[in-house]
């Protein structure tokens, strides 16, 4: 059974970096063609997909945001970790990883992580 | 970037009625788009990949067709749990982008 979870913290201050982590099981990201994405959505607003990893650590991003963004993985612990310099009010969302295979979209998704920017 | 356009932007319908939600995207993105249903205050549930193949699990009320530019998404026989707001992906190239979303309400 494949699951995720978010993890971090709830409320960032503005100009923070945001560090979240996604633990998985029921797959390896050492697998060849395992993938994790990050995906975010503002409260009330459309889903925004942010980040990819995949098993040869390859890594994509978002253009609006790729400046500000970082992906990498610990296969060893199944985690995958986002970060996101310099927060700002705008990026309040939940924020979702998911698994992909074979360049497949999105096959499960983890519950969400809500992070609330505010000083 | 690659744009998704969704329409309508919201709809609404009876139990038992067949809807269907059109995805465009702003250039050829072949069979590579998913459908996505998402229920307030959850994660989206994967529905559909390559256009039109039904992710597991995924009753066969949900259909999709469409390559190239247009694409669609069809309910057949509206359930309640059916009423959620769905949303396209392209995945043909990077940054994958996402249509803005389609709310199903009831009438």
């Known amino acids: 059974q494949v699951t995720l979870r978010e993890s971090g913290p709830a409320l960032v201050k503005p100009t923070q970096t945001l560090t979240l982590t996604c633990t998985f099981s029921?797959?390896?990201?050492?697998?060849?063609?395992?993938?994790v994405s990050w995906i975010r959505q503002p409260p009330g607003k459309a889903l925004e997909w942010l980040a990819l990893?995949?098993?040869?650590?390859?890594?994509y991003y978002s253009t609006s945001l790729k400046t500000r963004l970082t992906i990498s993985k610990d296969t060893s612990k199944n985690q995958v970790v986002l970060k996101v310099t310099n927060m700002d009010p705008v990026d309040t969302a939940t924020y979702y990883c998911?698994?992909?295979?074979?360049?497949?979209?999105?096959?499960?998704w983890g519950q969400g992580t809500l992070v609330t920017v505010s000083s | 970037d690659i744009q998704m356009t969704q329409s309508p932007s919201s709809l609404s319908a009876s139990v038992g009625d067949r809807v269907t939600i059109t995805c465009r995207a702003s250039?050829?993105?072949?069979?590579?788009l998913a459908w996505f249903q998402q229920k307030p205050g959850q994660a989206p549930k994967s529905l559909i990949y390559?256009?039109?193949n039904l992710q597991n699990g995924v009753p066969s009320k949900f259909s999709g067709s469409g390559s190239g530019t247009d694409f669609t998404l069809t309910i057949s026989s509206l359930q309640p749990e059916d009423f959620a707001t769905y949303y396209c992906?392209?995945?043909?190239?990077?940054?994958?982008?996402f249509g803005q979303g389609t709310r199903l309400d009831i009438k």
């Open positions: 250039q050829g993105i072949s069979n590579y």
């Open positions: 390559a256009a039109s």
């Open positions: 998911a698994r992909m295979f074979n360049w497949n979209p999105p096959d499960s």
């Open positions: 992906q392209q995945y043909d190239s990077f940054p994958y982008t």
């Open positions: 029921g797959f390896s990201l050492s697998t060849t063609g395992m993938c």
């Open positions: 990893i995949d098993w040869d650590d390859d890594k």
